[in-house]
């Protein structure tokens, strides 16, 4: 069976409120094959509640748990293209905002302003993904402040534009607590946003989205998969191996692999060797051992 996820009629609703402020008139209201999936519905209805009523949202997960497929999702569910950001400690203004340049038209030197992705989906009113925003250096993202509270505005301070986002602007971020490198969030940073949870999934949802994004096609190493995948959550919540063992990306990955290699040796390749502790990776081996032939 696909699990696709019809949306709620208030959902539809408020969806269609939004649209007004579009041209475009294509969108979907089944989230089917290759988009994001979950048993939890409420993931997606209150992602797009929120961001309708113009809140900025906070996906909370771990690696590899389809917050970037969560936000593509909603980008095409409401027909606005996203701005992306990645940050890291060498995020700065620029990066954010844009930057000057000398550019030459009709034999004349001129500086001109090349636009950055929070300038540009402001002005277009399209969204704006900030990933791994704790990955960002604490003093960087207070420019954003005004842009991600009611103000919904900006002094460029390269130009000293003001700039209002157009009323259907929206930021999605992104966050994996806890991961090497991630500082806490700055607590009024976090307060300008609803959170969403966004976990691992499970089970028969889990099993549609390897059938519909893996070239795995054979249904009784699917079903051991699913297993493999619920046995290594359990060690996670036991707390004998990292989160990351459980990523939906890996599982792929040795779903894929195991087309062509026997199933232990894709489980090695694709999720094993992606752990650093060897008391991880003997335990997950053993895990694979007892669930494939
Ligand atoms: N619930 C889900 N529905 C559909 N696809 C999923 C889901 N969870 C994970 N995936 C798939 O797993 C892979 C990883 O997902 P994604 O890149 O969205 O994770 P992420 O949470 O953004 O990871 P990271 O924190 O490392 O950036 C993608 O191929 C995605 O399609």
Do not use: W
């Given at each position: 069976?696909?699990?696709?996820?019809?949306?709620?009629?208030?959902?539809?609703?408020?969806?269609?409120?939004?649209?007004?402020?579009?041209?475009?008139?294509?969108?979907?209201?089944?989230?089917?094959?290759?988009?994001?999936?979950?048993?939890?519905?409420?993931?997606?209805?209150?992602?797009?509640?929120?961001?309708?009523?113009?809140?900025?949202?906070?996906?909370?997960?771990?690696?590899?748990?389809?917050?970037?497929?969560?936000?593509?999702?909603?980008?095409?569910?409401?027909?606005?293209?996203?701005?992306?950001?990645?940050?890291?400690?060498?995020?700065?203004?620029?990066?954010?905002?844009?930057?000057?340049?000398?550019?030459?038209?009709?034999?004349?030197?001129?500086?001109?302003?090349?636009?950055?992705?929070?300038?540009?989906?402001?002005?277009?009113?399209?969204?704006?993904?900030?990933?791994?925003?704790?990955?960002?250096?604490?003093?960087?993202?207070?420019?954003?402040?005004?842009?991600?509270?009611?103000?919904?505005?900006?002094?460029?301070?390269?130009?000293?534009?003001?700039?209002?986002?157009?009323?259907?602007?929206?930021?999605?971020?992104?966050?994996?607590?806890?991961?090497?490198?991630?500082?806490?969030?700055?607590?009024?940073?976090?307060?300008?946003?609803?959170?969403?949870?966004?976990?691992?999934?499970?089970?028969?949802?889990?099993?549609?989205?390897?059938?519909?994004?893996?070239?795995?096609?054979?249904?009784?190493?699917?079903?051991?998969?699913?297993?493999l995948s619920?046995d290594l959550l359990?060690q996670?919540?036991?707390?004998?191996?990292?989160?990351?063992a459980a990523?939906?990306?890996?599982?792929?990955?040795?779903?894929?692999?195991?087309?062509?290699?026997?199933?232990?040796?894709?489980?090695?390749?694709?999720?094993?060797?992606?752990?650093?502790?060897?008391?991880?990776?003997?335990?997950?081996?053993?895990?694979?051992?007892?669930?494939?032939?």
């Amino acid at each position: 069976m696909n699990h696709e996820t019809v949306l709620p009629q208030s959902v539809i609703e408020i969806i269609n409120e939004r649209k007004n402020l579009f041209n475009s008139t294509e969108y979907g209201f089944l989230i089917g094959e290759g988009g994001y999936s979950s048993s939890e519905g409420h993931i997606i209805e209150d992602s797009i509640i929120s961001l309708s009523m113009g809140k900025n949202l906070l996906l909370k997960g771990p690696t590899g748990s389809g917050k970037t497929k969560l936000s593509d999702t909603l980008s095409s569910i409401f027909s606005q293209p996203m701005h992306s950001i990645n940050c890291s400690v060498d995020l700065d203004a620029e990066a954010l905002l844009g930057y000057k340049t000398i550019s030459e038209k009709n034999g004349k030197n001129s500086i001109e302003f090349i636009e950055g992705p929070v300038i540009q989906a402001m002005k277009k009113g399209h969204l704006l993904y900030i990933d791994e925003i704790n990955m960002a250096k604490p003093e960087t993202l207070p420019i954003l402040n005004g842009v991600l509270d009611y103000r919904r505005s900006i002094t460029n301070p390269f130009t000293g534009e003001v700039i209002k986002a157009a009323p259907e602007f929206g930021v999605i971020a992104a966050i994996n607590e806890g991961y090497v490198g991630t500082v806490p969030l700055n607590e009024a940073l976090k307060n300008r946003f609803v959170v969403v949870d966004v976990p691992y999934i499970e089970g028969d949802v889990l099993k549609d989205v390897i059938k519909s994004q893996s070239q795995l096609k054979n249904e009784k190493l699917i079903h051991t998969f699913v297993e493999l995948s619920s046995d290594l959550l359990v060690q996670v919540k036991n707390g004998q191996v990292s989160e990351e063992a459980a990523s939906i990306r890996a599982l792929l990955d040795a779903c894929d692999l195991a087309v062509y290699l026997p199933a232990k040796r894709a489980i090695q390749r694709g999720i094993i060797d992606k752990l650093e502790d060897e008391r991880e990776k003997a335990a997950i081996k053993n895990i694979a051992e007892t669930l494939f032939e």
